[in-house]
């Protein structure tokens, strides 16, 4: 019997933020279990894991004429939902939240365009369910929450017996992440707690911006900005570290978490 095959869709592909890990999870252990996969953007800034087929797609087109004929398609992005209207076969949106008031709008405009091509949605988490409700009329919904790998990652801690309480952020530092405003509120911290190291760990638009405003404060000895770290690295951290943080004021279900 034939494979069935699945096409993920992004417009642009990073591999390294919240919907790219999810991408890349999902395409390596749907292949372990027999599907053909393959990960269709229109640019790439990294190469998809291995063994997984890198699709360019192009716009305004119809996405099985990008030479992978998928059975499934898979969106993970409000706006490529439009390319349902080129689609013959299933179309699946993946709905990991919005960022701004414009995502909300075109989560709107294309959900009643799109109503009746859109064959499921998977919402990381009941609120994201509850933000589609009054959008999608009647497009079955259905919870799935982001995974962890347990093996990897654990809720082991560290015994702290030191007087420093350690902050951790962790995510792309996007404008929409708000580390700015962490960085703005270590001073009231360090009145209360004078011990208080916060690290922040990421890259992104922001890095050179949130670099200069540490050294701006003079709080270099009490924030480290540690860039990107590999996971094999990371679960070490997340145990040395007392409180997660996050200034974020909209989520659906962050990775970190």
Do not use: W
Request: overall charge positive; glycine content about 6%; aromatic content about 10%.
């Amino acid at each position: 019997m034939a494979k069935v095959s699945v096409l993920m869709i992004i417009s642009k592909y990073f591999g390294t933020d919240g919907h790219g890990i999810v991408i890349n999870n999902l395409c390596i252990n749907l292949q372990k279990i027999g599907y053909d996969v393959a990960i269709g953007a229109f640019s790439f800034v990294n190469e998809p894991p291995e063994n997984i087929k890198k699709i360019y797609l192009k716009k305004f087109r119809n996405i099985n004429s990008s030479g992978f004929k998928a059975d499934i398609i898979h969106s993970h992005q409000t706006h490529m939902n439009y390319y349902s209207l080129f689609s013959s076969v299933p179309f699946l949106f993946h709905y990991h939240g919005t960022a701004s008031t414009m995502q909300e709008k075109n989560l709107k405009i294309s959900s009643y365009i799109c109503r009746n091509k859109i064959n499921k949605i998977v919402a990381v988490s009941n609120s994201a369910k509850n933000a589609l409700i009054d959008k999608v009329g009647k497009i079955p919904i259905d919870v799935i929450y982001n995974g962890v790998d347990s093996n990897l990652f654990s809720d082991e801690k560290k015994n702290n017996s030191s007087n420093n309480i350690k902050l951790l952020f962790v995510g792309n530092l996007f404008r929409h992440k708000n580390v700015v405003e962490l960085i703005d509120a270590m001073p009231l911290i360090l009145k209360k707690y004078p011990f208080t190291i916060l690290e922040i760990v990421g890259d992104g638009e922001q890095f050179n911006i949130i670099k200069n405003k540490i050294k701006e404060k003079n709080l270099t000895s009490n924030i480290k900005l540690l860039g990107k770290i590999p996971n094999l690295k990371l679960n070490q951290i997340y145990i040395s570290s007392d409180i997660y943080i996050s200034a974020s004021t909209k989520e659906a279900f962050p990775i970190p978490l």
